[in-house]
């Protein structure tokens, strides 16, 4: 995208532009996947996810409670497309937790399991300490204690 370039339908109007009070929040992320059952049990057992719609086969939305995601089966004859990708458009996703000491026991529990790792612990500038790890469709997922945020949650 060059500098000074909008979106299509965007900004050139005068229509008024969204609060923080008319936008309550990211409601879900939605990721395609090769495989629903590994997918379902990776976000069941490392974030304590729990189903609450499986309308079919192929879809399936998990929530925490507060946090939900989508969870869409790619069809067996796409499947082959989606392999070979080198980049994502996607960086990463994240799940906040509780503790510094949480976020270790996690990434002690994945590295036991063989998940793998895309970057170790690391303590960052804010305070804030985190790992990225991959989800069974290589997408990025950060393990993440923030001060602030996570007294919050």
Request: one cysteine or more; hydrophobic letters at 40%.
């Amino acid at each position: 995208m060059t500098a000074g370039r909008r979106f299509a339908g965007c900004g050139g109007g005068k229509a008024q532009r969204m609060t923080a009070s008319d936008v309550k929040g990211l409601w879900h992320v939605a990721l395609r996947v090769t495989d629903l059952r590994r997918s379902r049990a990776f976000y069941e057992e490392y974030f304590g996810m729990k189903v609450v719609w499986a309308p079919d086969p192929e879809n399936l939305y998990l929530s925490s409670g507060s946090d939900n995601l989508a969870l869409h089966q790619i069809p067996a004859d796409e499947v082959a497309d989606y392999r070979g990708l080198r980049a994502q458009f996607l960086d990463h996703i994240g799940f906040i937790m509780g503790s510094v000491e949480a976020v270790g026991r996690l990434f002690e529990r994945v590295t036991r399991d063989g998940v793998k790792i895309v970057k170790a612990p690391k303590r960052h500038r804010d305070g804030s300490y985190s790992f990225y790890m991959a989800d069974p469709d290589e997408n990025v997922v950060q393990v993440l204690y923030e001060p602030t945020v996570s007294k919050v949650r």
